[in-house]
């Protein structure tokens, strides 16, 4: 097992890391930005690091950073997190070169998933549904329009490297292509600094469903069920819940089929997710892979009492999974709800600033709240303004839905 494990992350999935590793025995250490120095992680980790000025760019992205942190420290492994370097295949790379494990896949993997287009082609080859579309790059308008006349409106116009709904616009006719097609790449150039989009088929109301896997090492490929994420603003989740209200038997099982099919084509070793969009009829389509934890991994873990954290933690440290698919029971409804620090009056805009009052729930039944922050602590400009994720669980939906009452007062405030 590792010796000393360096998050490279921040607010609450960097706190619930330190908790799986305090499970385990295992030290810890937190990276930290200026603007982080007071942050709830830097107080629950071992040692801390500081790794440079507020922007991410300059210190949560800066791979030399978070490798001279590893030396300093002596720590053996890098928990990514999600987000920051989590999918970055240079970064796992590096540390490998520095005979550092990276706590998560191997670089082959997180390059392959992470392209749109790569990812989709790959998906075929594999055996994987998926969206009827032409995955290849679309260089003018008027090609776009060719094509989308062949896949039949309504179209997605999608960036390639493309993530959290940004360089996505739909067409419903060939005459919303022209400026959908320019606004698509227009974001995807500035968002990702690529400007390669593909086409493919936009399913009307669709439902997002997404698949946890867990593989190891020596072969051994399980997946953990289904989540629903069908509750999006802006094009990202707000609401997560396991199981899904739509999906049977039949049809968990048979996207579990291909996710792990997928996995195992693709030499995957960790937790990751395979997500699907399913239409109306529950015909399934590969939409990508995460090669990496989820935001909304809890309920998950809330249905399953997998901690997907440790498994990670163990199967980075070469150990073999020690449960089979048979072996995977499913127990409970868990809902998650991201809570966010956003101005309503200004179309839920971020506000950040001092958090005044914040009261969790601490003493109530089937009640789980992952946060990294605390009273008196900094929404800050620099990150994203997630507060927690407040998951709850019950015996099926709607007791799952009533464990939390909500008070007619707000029990989080800040100002700016």
């Not at 073999?320 to 127990?331: A, C």
């Amino acid at each position: 097992m590792f010796k000393k494990i360096l998050i490279a992350n921040r607010g609450e999935i960097a706190c619930r890391i330190i908790s799986s590793c305090k499970k385990l025995s295992i030290p810890t250490v937190a990276v930290y930005s200026d603007a982080d120095e007071r942050a709830l992680h830097v107080k629950l980790a071992d040692e801390a690091v500081n790794i440079g000025p507020a922007p991410s760019s300059e210190s949560y992205l800066s791979i030399d950073k978070i490798i001279l942190a590893c030396k300093q420290t002596n720590a053996d492994a890098v928990h990514p997190g999600y987000g920051f370097l989590s999918e970055n295949h240079l970064f796992m790379s590096r540390l490998e070169k520095e005979d550092i494990t990276f706590i998560g896949p191997s670089a082959e993997p997180i390059r392959v998933m992470g392209d749109k287009i790569e990812s989709k082609i790959f998906a075929i080859e594999a055996g994987v549904n998926t969206v009827p579309g032409h995955q290849d790059i679309i260089k003018t308008s008027d090609e776009a329009i060719q094509i989308a006349k062949n896949i039949g409106f309504p179209v997605m116009i999608k960036a390639s490297a493309g993530g959290g709904g940004k360089g996505m616009r739909i067409a419903f006719n060939e005459g919303d292509i022209p400026d959908a097609y320019t606004s698509s790449i227009n974001e995807a150039k500035s968002s990702f600094g690529d400007d390669r989009v593909f086409i493919e088929k936009f399913i009307v109301k669709p439902r997002h469903i997404e698949i946890q896997i867990l593989a190891d090492n020596h072969g051994n490929v399980i997946h953990l069920g289904e989540r629903e994420c069908s509750i999006q603003r802006r094009n990202q989740k707000i609401i997560e819940e396991s199981p899904s209200p739509f999906v049977d038997n039949e049809l968990r099982e048979a996207m579990g089929a291909q996710a792990v099919q997928l996995a195992k084509k693709v030499g995957y070793q960790s937790a990751g997710t395979v997500e699907f969009i399913v239409d109306q009829d529950r015909n399934f389509y590969f939409l990508e892979m995460n090669t990496r934890l989820q935001v909304e991994h809890p309920v998950t873990e809330l249905v399953t009492g997998f901690d997907l954290v440790e498994e990670m933690i163990k199967i980075a440290a070469g150990e073999k999974l020690n449960i089979s698919q048979k072996d995977v029971k499913f127990s409970g409804w868990a809902i998650e709800s991201r809570i966010y620090a956003e101005d309503p009056e200004r179309n839920f805009m971020p506000s950040t600033g001092r958090l005044i009052t914040y009261k969790p729930p601490t003493s109530i039944d089937n009640i789980r709240n992952d946060t990294g922050v605390y009273e008196g602590g900094e929404i800050s400009m620099f990150y994203d303004p997630m507060i927690s994720k407040l998951c709850s669980y019950g015996e099926n939906r709607k007791k799952a839905e009533n464990v939390v009452k909500l008070p007619k007062k707000p029990i989080i405030k800040n100002i700016l």
